[in-house]
């Protein structure tokens, strides 16, 4: 059984007065739209709609134009991230070697399902497409950093390494 957090939107003083800098800096500009997006991203960590609220205000953008952008782009997300991000490969190599098997074990030894995040925002769970590192295959990502030649022995030590960080 997976317990999926619900996030209330927290914003720090010094969150809200760089975003404010930024909007400045874009405002009125022609093209906005996507570095303003990636700056409230890199802001808060992901898009809340308080703020894509806020960035259709200051751009004089419609709030579902900001939507659809930002749905059509990877790279940007609504849920907040963990602390640490963890993305098991699941192309063809790693899954053959055992992927599956490694993506099940954390998901259920973090009480989430992939694309999730724990309550306490530690760990976010990711399932992605090959990342090229197929001769290491099952291969595994922590935020940036990669682990390979996995078993689910050696994946589950990889996992309680950052279980033991504060």
């Known amino acids: 059984m997976s317990i999926e957090a619900v996030f209330e939107f927290v914003e720090t003083k010094s ?23 990636q700056d409230a991203q890199r802001i ?8 894509l609220k806020r960035l259709s205000n200051e751009l004089e953008l419609p709030l579902e134009e900001l939507y659809s952008t930002a749905t059509f782009y990877a790279q940007f997300t609504f849920v907040p991230k963990g602390e640490y991000t963890i993305s098991v490969c699941m192309g063809t190599a790693c899954y053959v070697k055992g992927a599956g098997d490694i993506l099940d074990s954390f998901a259920a030894e973090l009480a989430i399902e992939p694309g999730k995040t724990t309550g306490d925002r530690k760990f976010t769970l990711e399932s ?4 090229g ?26 996992l309680v390494t950052y279980q033991k960080m504060d």
């Open 15 to 37: 969150q809200y007065q760089e975003f404010q800098t930024c909007m400045a800096e874009l405002k009125g500009q022609p093209g906005a739209q996507m570095p303003a997006l």
């Open 44 to 51: 808060y960590g992901y898009l809340p709609i308080k703020v």
């Open 128 to 131: 992605c497409r090959c990342i």
């Open 133 to 158: 590192a197929c001769g290491l295959a099952p291969v595994l990502t922590v935020n940036e950093e990669v682990y390979g030649r996995l078993s689910k022995k050696k994946a589950d030590k990889v």
